[in-house]
């Protein structure tokens, strides 16, 4: 006789059983973030899991965004791909390539049922994602842009007013040139990220063509034009400044070297992403920093245009089953919370990606108690993007940022001449571009 039978058998008429709970759909969420910003997206991610019971996301760090993008591809050809992977912006003309194998944002907010407006993110963070119809193909989640990050202190002892930093590249030189002089520092100025910086950024805030094709966004057959006189006078200024003691090369690709030299005081000023903000106020204790938008030579333009963005969007991969998406869709929504994208802006010194969070970071005071932590937003908004400031969107380009920071070695060490560099580069990169226009 079973349980069940006896327990009626024995003139019992009610009957508990114990049925356990359904264990949570898991979704693998790819990322590259490590540090500070890296504990911050589990917590986000911990946030989501804590608001409802039906799905967990489940962060895996991947290592940097070359290795994260690397592994994701390897990873979607052996069927063994997560639902969700964070891709850096310079890897959004390979993804947009992918077509089998993304499932686009708008189309999949749609299938779930889950509210979808894209006119709530900013304007320049949402025509970097969207394809020629305008529809968004991936959820921005982590956008920066570079900003001026210098020494108050310095500036102080060098004589210089604290308050009032570089506008122009003839300022950066002089104020770098006070600073040794007085020996308030060793170091002028050293920069992050000399392909996104100062060299796309630098064409963008001038408003020059970076290629053909509306900087790659009108067609895989697009060619490199940045090969122009404010490129080359600009090296070749990097190069002359660093003969002189002015300027401190950060590293190839990211400048990991640059971080060190302005937290050590060596270099009073320094050039990266907005995002760093967190890493610059944990690390940079010892002085009073203060936040600036990118000089520019205005003997080129009176008045810059916007700069653009980097960072990174979520992009979801087609291939899993059926019941994880639902859940990545209600995931995307939470993300969109004005109180979700505010509070990851404030901590991170990524922008607000929505107009939403922007006024709600606004109405909770922070920008009044915290000067400086809205230069990255208000500068890559103060004009509307020309075809030449809206961004760039390449194949291939990871290897090309490669070839930027080899020619941008070979110029400083004194192997090329500024004008040599700069058209190898771009020599080099219409051969990637060709490369990935054969193979899409």
């Known amino acids: 006789?079973?349980?069940?039978?006896?327990?009626?058998?024995?003139?019992?008429?009610?009957?508990?059983?114990?049925?356990?709970?359904?264990?949570?759909?898991?979704?693998?969420?790819?990322?590259?973030?490590?540090?500070?910003?890296?504990?911050?997206?589990?917590?986000?991610?911990?946030?989501?899991?804590?608001?409802?019971?039906?799905?967990?996301?489940?962060?895996?760090?991947?290592?940097?965004?070359?290795?994260?993008?690397?592994g994701a591809i390897a990873a979607f050809r052996a069927n063994q791909q997560p639902a969700i992977v964070q891709v850096y912006e310079v890897g959004t003309g390979t993804?947009?390539?992918?077509?089998?194998?993304?499932?686009?944002?708008?189309?999949?907010?749609?299938?779930?049922?889950?509210?979808?407006?894209?006119?709530?993110?900013?304007?320049?963070?949402?025509?970097?994602?969207?394809?020629t119809s305008g529809n968004v193909l991936s959820l921005p989640f982590n956008s920066s842009t570079p900003i001026m990050y210098y020494n108050k202190d310095v500036f102080k002892k060098a004589g210089l007013d604290p308050e009032t930093p570089p506008k122009t590249w003839a300022d950066v030189e002089a104020f770098s040139r006070t600073i040794i002089k007085s020996g308030a520092a060793k170091c002028g100025f050293t920069s992050a990220w000399i392909s996104w910086i100062q060299t796309e950024n630098l064409n963008a805030l001038h408003d020059k063509p970076y290629s053909t094709k509306a900087n790659g966004f009108g067609g895989l057959d697009a060619e490199f034009t940045f090969n122009n006189d404010l490129t080359i006078r600009h090296w070749g200024n990097l190069k002359k400044w660093q003969d002189e003691g002015l300027f401190k090369f950060g590293g190839p690709v990211g400048g990991d070297n640059a971080p060190p030299m302005f937290y050590s005081q060596e270099c009073a000023m320094y050039m990266n992403s907005s995002a760093g903000r967190a890493g610059v106020i944990n690390n940079a204790k010892a002085f009073k920093?203060?936040?600036?938008?990118?000089?520019?030579?205005?003997?080129?333009?009176?008045?810059?245009?916007?700069?653009?963005?980097?960072?990174?969007?979520?992009?979801?991969?087609?291939?899993?089953?059926?019941e994880e998406y639902k859940g990545v869709a209600k995931f995307y929504t939470y993300l969109q919370k004005p109180e979700v994208q505010a509070d990851w802006h404030q901590f991170s010194g990524y922008l607000p990606i929505t107009e939403a969070a922007y006024k709600l970071s606004q109405e909770q005071g922070y920008y009044e108690k915290n000067p400086g932590a809205d230069?990255?937003?208000?500068?890559?908004?103060?004009?509307?993007?020309?075809?030449?400031?809206?961004?760039?969107?390449?194949?291939?380009?990871?290897?090309?940022?490669?070839?930027?920071?080899?020619?941008?070695?070979?110029?400083?060490?004194?192997?090329?001449?500024?004008?040599?560099?700069?058209d190898s580069v771009v020599a080099r990169g219409n051969e990637q571009l060709r490369d990935f226009e054969s193979a899409n």
């Open 375 to 422: 230069v990255g937003i208000k500068q890559l908004t103060r004009v509307t993007p020309t075809e030449n400031s809206k961004g760039i969107r390449f194949g291939n380009y990871v290897q090309v940022r490669g070839i930027i920071d080899d020619e941008f070695a070979a110029l400083l060490g004194g192997k090329k001449t500024a004008k040599e560099a700069i």
């Open 95 to 131: 993804m947009m390539a992918a077509q089998g194998a993304v499932y686009p944002v708008y189309q999949l907010m749609k299938d779930q049922g889950e509210p979808w407006d894209q006119n709530k993110f900013i304007a320049p963070v949402v025509g970097y994602y969207s394809d």
């Open 289 to 322: 920093v203060g936040f600036a938008p990118l000089p520019y030579y205005d003997d080129v333009i009176k008045q810059p245009l916007n700069s653009i963005i980097g960072g990174a969007t979520l992009w979801t991969l087609k291939g899993r089953p059926e």
């Open 1 to 70: 006789m079973n349980k069940i039978a006896f327990f009626l058998s024995a003139g019992l008429t009610s009957l508990s059983l114990s049925v356990p709970a359904m264990a949570a759909t898991k979704i693998q969420w790819w990322h590259a973030m490590g540090g500070e910003n890296g504990a911050k997206l589990e917590q986000i991610a911990k946030g989501f899991n804590a608001s409802q019971s039906d799905y967990e996301i489940v962060p895996v760090y991947k290592g940097t965004y070359d290795e994260t993008l690397t």
